[in-house]
């Protein structure tokens, strides 16, 4: 059986984080696939369509990785593509705490979907897109943040 993993976001934009943790779990997984989540109650910066497109951008060199946008559960979308594992990437102690309750929700209601949690890069662990996004909307310089290939408009 295939080792298919979704690796869960908004990626408003996506990061060099992103980018580390997805790059570091090839070798772990046969496929994995970056699904942009779709959240009503929530407002974006960027449009959805955009998002998905830095994503394929950035990983166009990749077959393995493919980019698809969902709504509801994550382990619903999971169980619909027959992927067996969520991949969550951890910069410090709090998204530990954060993404432990849910992984362990996820397991109480599909058990045979695991989840695997892979530790940010020292360099990247003080990234966060909300961060980037402040710094965006600010007019300040996110290019050594976010991966070469994503290009953001500029700041109104």
């Not at 393995?64 to 619903?76: F, N, R």
Request: aromatic share 12%; proline share 6%.
């Amino acid at each position: 059986m295939k080792r298919i993993a979704v690796f869960p976001g908004s990626f408003d934009p996506i990061t060099k984080g992103h980018e580390s943790v997805i790059l570091r779990s090839l070798g772990l997984f046969d496929t994995i696939i970056v699904a942009v989540g779709k959240n009503a109650e929530k407002k974006y910066m960027f449009p959805l369509e955009q998002r998905i497109q830095w994503i394929k951008d950035v990983f166009k060199n990749y077959p393995a990785i493919q980019v698809d946008s969902y709504e509801g559960l994550t382990v619903e979308y999971c169980k619909s593509i027959n992927a067996g594992f969520i991949l969550r990437g951890l910069r410090n102690a709090a998204d530990f705490e954060f993404e432990s309750s849910i992984s362990q929700m996820n397991r109480k209601m599909f058990p045979s979907i695991e989840t695997v949690f892979m530790v940010t890069l020292p360099e990247y662990s003080a990234l966060s897109s909300s961060i980037i996004r402040d710094i965006y909307r600010n007019r300040g310089d996110i290019t050594p943040f976010i991966p070469h290939n994503v290009q953001l408009p500029d700041a109104k």
